[in-house]
């Protein structure tokens, strides 16, 4: 959890491309430390009760913002490739 709130403190937005069911764990680590959202995953029933507080911290979680099925997750993983080269 101490990484994954590390992580999440450094940037101004995350994107999480992580499997659906690992988003909420993201999500409320963006809610401690009051930073906006985007997934390319459907908005499931946890990651809907969480959408009013994200809104009283005047805080954007995006949802539903992926490609075609699998697209997004491919190139996820070739800059995960290019970044491991670098």
Excluded: W
């Amino acid at each position: 959890r101490e990484r994954l709130e590390g992580l999440v403190e450094g940037a101004d937005v995350v994107v999480s491309l992580v499997p659906a069911p690992l988003h909420p764990r993201i999500a409320r680590a963006c809610l401690r430390q009051r930073r906006h959202l985007v997934t390319a995953s459907y908005v499931s029933e946890e990651m809907e009760k969480m959408d009013e507080e994200a809104k009283s911290l005047g805080l954007t979680f995006l949802n539903e913002v992926g490609l075609d099925p699998g697209i997004d997750h491919m190139s996820a993983i070739e800059i995960l490739q290019r970044e491991r080269q670098r």
